[in-house]
């Protein structure tokens, strides 16, 4: 009898301990009908699996063939969300129940989101303004509000976040920079656009030079050797791949936005695109045509 029981606790610790580990695996879970998306503040393609994904004002969400899911660990405001090799960097704020200090400071994130490490600054930055090298895992940054060692400012970050130094932004107006793009595998070369056009700097962002002028840059993002960006001419909106060797351009349409929606984020992956617009809707081009992911948060 007592050799009966020991088998049936022993079987019954094992199915728990199966289940335990089912559900470990599905860390995503499709997202609930009528689930409306906001707060768009990164995106990329996974490394792993070239999914599109977003960051969000609640964790991390992916889109598959049948739909789009969500991370059900780690649902934090991510700022500043940059892909890397084999993960990403963030900044922003912890979710409610979470062990971590507001602001995250400087988190890296590996298996799709569902591992983090603090870097640096949890409870003193948020970095809203982040830029990370896809190889080199530089780091390039805007800090608005001081900390206990850093004041405001333009910083670099050439040990993946554990310590910071400020770019001197010689030949660069710090009031006409809209957003900065670390160089995929060079990590002392950053790009800075805007209104004026697009700035490059080959010694982390002390110096800068222009790349090309007289263009409103929104947004950029960089793939080895070239430069996909969008900009604002009148009322409508180009995007555009320049090769970096020889200055060739292509001109790609943009998808048709709602009225008022404007480009704030592209990112380029080999041939594929993804493109966030202001009004939370994604669109991802592949083949050379445009598919809605996201239609306003919907």
Not at 121 to 129: M, V
Request: net charge negative; proline share 5%; glycine share 12%.
């Amino acid at each position: 009898m007592k050799g009966k029981l020991i088998w049936t606790t022993i079987a019954t610790f094992s199915l728990l301990s199966g289940c335990a580990t089912d559900e470990k695996k599905e860390a995503w879970v499709p997202m609930d009908e009528g689930t409306s998306v906001s707060h768009i503040h990164g995106a990329g393609f996974w490394q792993e699996d070239g999914r599109p994904v977003i960051a969000t004002h609640t964790g991390l969400m992916e889109y598959r063939k049948d739909g789009w899911y969500e991370l059900t660990s780690n649902r934090h405001d991510y700022m500043g969300f940059e892909l890397v090799e084999d993960g990403f960097f963030a900044s922003g704020h912890p979710q409610p129940d979470s062990p971590y200090e507001n602001p995250l400071g400087v988190v890296r994130g590996t298996d799709k989101g569902t591992k983090l490490e603090i870097r640096s600054l949890e409870g003193e930055a948020d970095f809203h303004y982040m830029s990370a090298g896809h190889t080199s895992m530089s780091l390039y940054v805007f800090l608005g509000e001081a900390t206990k060692g850093l004041s405001p400012g333009f910083y670099r970050s050439l040990d993946q976040g554990k310590t910071f130094e400020p770019m001197n932004l010689t030949g660069a107006d710090p009031q006409g920079i809209s957003g900065m793009l670390a160089d995929p595998s060079h990590p002392m070369r950053v790009y800075l656009f805007g209104p004026a056009g697009i700035l490059v700097s080959k010694d982390g962002g002390d110096s800068f030079e222009p790349l090309f002028e007289r263009e409103n840059i929104l947004a950029a993002d960089a793939d080895e050797g070239h430069l996909v960006y969008v900009s604002k001419s009148g009322a409508s909106y180009e995007l555009t791949s320049y090769l970096l060797g020889n200055g060739a351009r292509e001109r790609i349409d943009v998808p048709e936005l709602s009225k008022g929606a404007l480009p704030v984020k592209v990112v380029v992956q080999d041939e594929r695109l993804l493109l966030v617009a202001s009004n939370n809707s994604v669109y991802q081009f592949e083949g050379g045509a445009w598919t809605a992911l996201l239609d306003q948060g919907e």
